[in-house]
């Protein structure tokens, strides 16, 4: 299956900084990804779909001056947490379709984020 | 509003024994449904994509199955393993231009050797 890789697997940062989480594609261009937040057994939630060369699409609720995304190119995209708060602590996971349009979703590692 | 269901929330079966993971939903709109696997601290693995117009599924030892009526999907897993014990999660998608996937929350399944 297609690849989708994230990066950094975990980060530990302090109260009101900023982290980048990447999400890329290897082997195939994803013009749309998805970023999802997973709490300690619970489900996916989908937080936004971020769409190569326009303005990412936020879920409802979602904050997107706090979460910002950028789709800088066919097979990156990035999620930034700002002002990062311990509330935010959670496993961030991303997605992509891979071409033709069959619908099938594959997914990056996961990021776990634990702000102090 | 689409809600996915899971149960159980978690089964402990023995080597070498048949089960079956159940998911339901309440929208029987769906344009296709996806079983993933989720190993601990880990992102997800594509098992089993069964689009609106199949009934079943299969790979090696899995078999997923989908009743769009009654808004229903079974993951069949033959002769369990040890390696088999994740989290199993289903998702549902509305329609080819609706980007959502609806998750459940996951059965944890333990195997013991």
Not at chain 1, 14 to 23: F, L, P, R
Not at chain 1, 70 to 79: G, V
Not at chain 2, 66 to 84: E, F
Request: charged residues 20%; proline residues 5%.
């Amino acid at each position: 299956g297609a690849v989708v890789s994230q990066h950094p697997s975990w980060v530990i940062c302090k109260s009101g900084t900023s982290v980048k989480i990447e999400c890329r594609s290897l082997d195939f261009q994803a013009t749309t990804m998805f970023w999802y937040r997973q709490f300690p057994k619970q489900s996916l939630m989908l937080m936004a779909t971020s769409n190569e060369g326009s303005k990412a699409t936020y879920e409802q609720g979602v904050e997107k001056d706090k979460f910002l995304i950028n789709h800088a190119s066919l097979t990156l995209s990035t999620l930034t947490v700002t002002s990062a708060h311990p509330e935010d602590s959670s496993f961030y996971i991303c997605s992509a379709r891979a071409p033709p349009a069959t619908g099938e979703l594959f997914f990056g590692e996961g990021s776990r984020l634990t702000v102090l | 509003k689409q809600e996915v269901t899971q149960i159980p929330a978690a089964l402990s079966v023995p080597e070498g024994e048949n089960l079956v993971l159940n998911c339901s939903f309440t929208d029987s709109a769906i344009y296709n449904l996806q079983w993933f696997r989720q190993d601990p601290g880990k992102g997800l693995t594509s098992l089993l994509l069964i689009q609106s117009s199949q009934r079943e599924q299969t790979s090696g030892r899995l078999n997923a199955s989908l009743d769009k009526s009654s808004g229903r999907s079974t993951l069949y897993i033959a002769a369990s393993q040890p390696g088999d014990s994740a989290t199993y999660l289903c998702a549902v998608r509305r329609n080819p231009n609706n980007n959502d996937m609806r998750f459940g929350a996951g059965t944890r399944l333990t195997v013991k050797p």
